[in-house]
Nanobody, 121 residues
Framework: QVQLVESGGGLVQAGGSLRLSCATS????????MGWFRQAPGKEREFVAN????????YYADSVKGRFTISRDNAKNTVYLQMNSLKPEDTAVYYC??????????????WGQGTQVTVSS
């Protein structure tokens, strides 16, 4: 069992930055791929970014490419999402996820509880 706890959400003005963190339990963090999803009010949950077990491979949704950076620190059992140049359309609840091998919309074993990000115009 893997528990995921997100933090770092909040209210920020457009153009600002936030860094989300996701702390995980257990000693097997480095064996999991990690990812971030988000869900805005009235919209479906969407993929944001993923990262493989050692951080060597990352993938981003087109909507965040060049603005967001996913990273991980296996020594701290933590994955991060650095969000720069935030836009009002980035407003959503952001979820941390974990899965063996790779995280995609259809391949997620564990979800965090989510953290709210609100970007004001």
């Amino acid at each position: 069992q893997v528990q995921l706890v997100e933090s770092g959400g909040g209210l920020v003005q457009a153009g600002g930055s936030l860094r989300l963190s996701c702390a995980t339990s257990g000693r097997t963090f480095s064996s999991y791929a990690m990812g971030w999803f988000r869900q805005a009010p009235g919209k479906e949950r969407e993929f944001v970014a993923n990262i493989n077990w050692n951080g060597g491979t990352t993938y981003y949704a087109d909507s965040v490419k060049g603005r967001f950076t996913i990273s991980r620190d296996n020594a701290k059992n933590t994955v991060y999402l650095q969000m720069n140049s935030l836009k009002p359309e980035d407003t959503a609840v952001y979820y941390c996820t974990a899965n063996p091998v790779v995280v995609t919309l259809t391949h997620v074993s564990y979800w965090g509880q989510g953290t709210q990000v609100t970007v004001s115009s």
